[in-house]
């Protein structure tokens, strides 16, 4: 007998929530090597600011291909393909002996990984209907975290072993070999399709540059698009640099400190999770009312950590499970914005224009931030730039919630307040 409909959809959900789980070990592994690197091969941190850069810059690229592609082809593909190719680069990156192939290698790995994010969330918009899309997505985004958790609990421990700074590229991929195997064998990219062939075909006919014309010609999604920018540059300043912050010159004689960083990707995917769920039920659909509000608070929340020594660590680590869950909750209502504004057949295409311009941004504010600790040598001014981001998408929201419809006509989405 055929598993239901519920369990099938719930087991694609699953599945690649599962394989997204481990995604993050081949790419937020690279911030908690930044101090074994920088002491063996005598990078400054300006550089390493721009190694970053590399890798966010090539997410963002391939974010903008991969996207439209996985409106086009096979979704669960594309995800095995990326998380494959990625692990390569990792490897090669433990082998390397200079900042220049390391931030070549890095840039790939960027590109590499945006291979899984869109299609993935393709795949799962196929399977989930409207009324259910927020949860759907909620459980997505937070795999993600969870990712990031899982990410920083391996590099910690390795760290604590005394493992040199070249095994975090080695050793933690590996669960995402493992993973992505599973999620080829299992998932299936839409409901009753032959396995064999499993190419996306409801594109209506339009070809790759109809979908970008139409996806570009929607100012409320691309002003979305821009809110999700500066969400993502808050993001990455904090998941990327709070672990330099914490860690200090020597995190050895502060023990406790490292377990603080931990506590940042926990609420991420707790907010996650949350938002996803508030977005259908708390605020009726009203996805860019839950981001505003989220923005806001964590804003005020990076303003709070810049004034709590890192001493104190039972306060830093309570701000930062908080500060975690509103900066990243969000992401759960910024993904169900792209169907809800473009339609279910853009879903791909308009995710990856939406991820592109979050990582543009954040390329945007590895450097910076890492000037400013260079020009400062005060690594607390993170948060200060990461606060004034958050306010700045905050404000956009607002912007595009006091617009017109994106879609002309589509009074039902209207009238749910989505639109």
Not at 3 to 19: E, F, G, H, I, Q
Not at 315 to 320: A, D, E, K, Q
């Amino acid at each position: 007998m055929e598993p239901s409909a519920t369990k099938l959809k719930w087991r694609m959900l699953l599945v690649t929530m599962l394989c997204y789980l481990f995604f993050y070990t081949g790419r937020h592994n690279f911030g908690w090597a930044v101090k074994g690197m920088v002491a063996s091969l005598h990078i400054p941190y300006s550089t390493i600011g721009w190694i970053s850069f590399c890798m966010l810059i090539g997410y963002a690229i391939g974010q903008f291909i991969n996207g439209n592609l996985a409106d086009r082809l096979s979704p669960k593909l594309m995800v095995v393909t990326g998380a494959y190719l990625s692990i390569a680069t990792n490897i090669a990156i433990s082998f390397s002996g200079s900042a220049i192939s390391i931030m070549i290698l890095w840039g790939l790995n960027g590109f590499f990984q945006s291979m899984a994010w869109a299609p993935g969330a393709k795949l799962i918009n196929n399977w989930w209907g409207e009324h259910e899309r927020g949860k759907a997505f909620g459980f997505y985004t937070m795999a993600a975290g969870f990712s990031s958790a899982v990410t920083y609990l391996i590099s910690i421990v390795l760290l604590q072993q005394g493992i040199e700074w070249r095994m975090l590229f080695r050793l933690p991929v590996l669960l995402l070999l493992v993973s992505a195997t599973i999620f080829l064998f299992v998932a299936k990219n839409k409901p009753d399709e032959d396995i064999l062939n499993e190419s996306s075909t409801s594109n209506d006919n339009h070809d790759w540059i109809g979908r970008y014309r139409e996806a570009f010609g929607n100012k409320r999604f691309l002003l979305t698009s821009l809110s999700f920018g500066f969400e993502s540059m808050a993001r990455y300043g904090l998941i990327f640099w709070v672990p330099v912050h914490f860690l200090g010159k020597n995190w050895k004689d502060n023990p406790g400190n490292i377990w603080v960083t931990f506590l940042l990707p926990v609420g991420m995917a707790i907010g996650a999770l949350c938002f996803g769920v508030l977005s259908d039920s708390l605020f009726k659909g009203n996805r860019l009312q839950a981001i505003v509000v989220g923005m806001l608070v964590s804003g005020m929340l990076s303003i709070l950590i810049y004034f709590v020594p890192t001493h104190q660590v039972l306060l830093s680590g309570v701000l930062m499970l908080l500060t975690g869950f509103f900066v990243y909750g969000p992401q759960a209502c910024y993904w169900p914005l792209s169907p809800d504004m473009l339609g279910s057949r853009l879903t791909g295409t308009g995710v990856g224009i939406m991820n592109m311009c979050g990582y543009l941004f954040a390329a945007i504010g590895e450097p910076f931030l890492g000037y400013v600790i260079d020009l400062t040598g005060n690594s607390n001014n993170i948060f200060v730039v990461t606060a004034i981001a958050c306010g700045v998408s905050a404000l956009v929201a607002m912007i595009v919630a006091r617009m017109g419809p994106a879609v002309p006509g589509n009074k039902q989405l209207v009238n749910k307040g989505i639109i």
